[in-house]
């Protein structure tokens, strides 16, 4: 009889086996010693249906028992964890990954279209897995994973694994006392809106209440704006470690533009870099403004005020640039200054600036 | 109704000082047997046919070879009738395992990496102050 397993593959949903779970460092937990239960086709995949390998395993101590939630297909097809559908790279939600790196995926949501697509992906599986590789690491690995860096978390966050919250306990009537294994705590408020989430949602990209609260969080961060000014093509650069000499800002900062010049002040652990070109400035803050890391720091990335550098944004008290003597418009134009009035005065003001 | 007997015989001499409290224990048994299942869990609901089932055994074992106050014949009597459940005696005179709660805790097949129940876990093991109720027999622990 056609009723074993097996049988009728031809056009029908293939049901999914796998050796080993796709599954972020969180979801496993802190502890390295894991043992971990498999069984072919245990559930259905929360997203294509299809029954597939469920892993389940204890993610440490006074953690709720964790298992695989969707199939390794559709896991592989956004490059999430099987559990908790986050990333496997940032640990951030679908939506905003993909938002922040301009992926466009139309991955069927009604039942038919969507159980062809998945088929479709599972036929020929080395090649789904090449486009997948293609779209998310090459393109993550240029410039617009800052966002997502500077979203994602550093350290593994555990409180997404604790037991549910005990509903019994929630009314006044948990008879199991301390022994209970879900969390005798206050609910979270059902007016949050983080506290309706849809697994298919989240999965898709749409309407996920995580990825809206990061997306503000993104916007609330500092932004350096460039200056009304338009002859300002000065940086300002703080936290500068000692060691760091005008070479290395000139080797970094060069790939922005022509530098017109570089000054470093290594007692006040700050530096100025002021490009030819105004764009070029620009995209510099832009590119560098807190992202850039020299020597172990963060440099603190700001726009130089008026031409010269007179007055500057942070203490001014010792650092106050002399007046620019009367003659001088521009120190770019000392070039040609340098020539009309002898080396003497050139040579005072490159040793005021970099002292 | 008074129980079934399994054999023919009739009880040997003794029998009489032991009856009344074995009646009481079946007596609880049957009222164990006929609980509703209601405000409880679903493994729950058999923790109490459990217990008495040990405590049987308990009365039986603890009347022959601790208080010695009844005749090897009349032990076996007992034994014959499964009023006291031979197999789980036969645990109890192991080093470590005088206390066990139930066969079920030490059956590895039944657990999913081939361990014994928590409750054979001794209390000194088991940091954190945790208080375990384990899931075949309702026990708190067994062992140490």
Redesign the interface.
Known sequence: MATSKGTNNYNRQQWESAEFPIVCQTCLGDNPYIRMTKEKYGKECKICLRPFTVFRWCPGAKMRFKKTEICQTCSHLKNVCQTCLLDLEYGLPIQIRDMALKIKDDIPRSDVNKEYYIQNMVSDLRKTLIEVFCKYFCISKGEDSDLLMKLARTTPYYKRNRPHICSFWVKGKCRRGEECPYRHEKPTDPDDPLSDQNIKDRYYGVNDPVAAKLMKRASAMPKLEPPEDKSITTLYIGNVPAFITDDDLRDHFYQYGEIRSIACIPRQQCAFVEFIKRADAEVAADKTFNTLILGGRRLNIKWGHTQGRQSISTPPTTLSAPPIPPGFSAPGRMEEKVTSLGLGEAEELESQFCA | MPKIRKTKKKAPEGWELIEPTLEELEQKMREAETEPHE?KRKVEALWPIFKIHHQKSRYIFDLFYRRKAISRELYDYCLNENIADKNLIAKWKKQGYENLCCLRCIQTRDT??GTTCICRVPKGKLE?GR???CIHCGCRGCSG
């Open positions: 405000g999913n990496f954190e208080i375990v109720e």
